[in-house]
């Protein structure tokens, strides 16, 4: 937003008259697909870490099973 506001005073100090209105919204126009992204990709990496968190927990749960020699009632051993 920064780079925005430098390019609109620099525009308006500027004798010659350079249109950078296109060039503006262009960048904010990207400065929003990368937030959107962003958002996307932290939301995607949270999923992973929570689905990581539940399969080390069920991994924990067999394997405790396992060494305890105990099945549920009802379950094929694999």
């Known amino acids: 937003m920064a780079l925005a506001t430098e390019l609109c005073r620099i525009n308006e100090d500027q004798k010659v008259a350079l249109d950078l209105d296109p060039y503006v919204k ?8 990368v937030v959107l992204v962003n958002n996307i990709l932290q939301n995607a990496q949270e999923r992973l870490r929570r689905l990581n968190h539940s399969v080390a927990k069920e991994t924990a749960r067999r394997k405790a099973m396992l060494e305890s020699g105990g099945y549920p009632q009802g379950s094929p051993s694999k």
């Open 26 to 33: 262009k960048l904010l126009n990207a400065r929003r697909r």
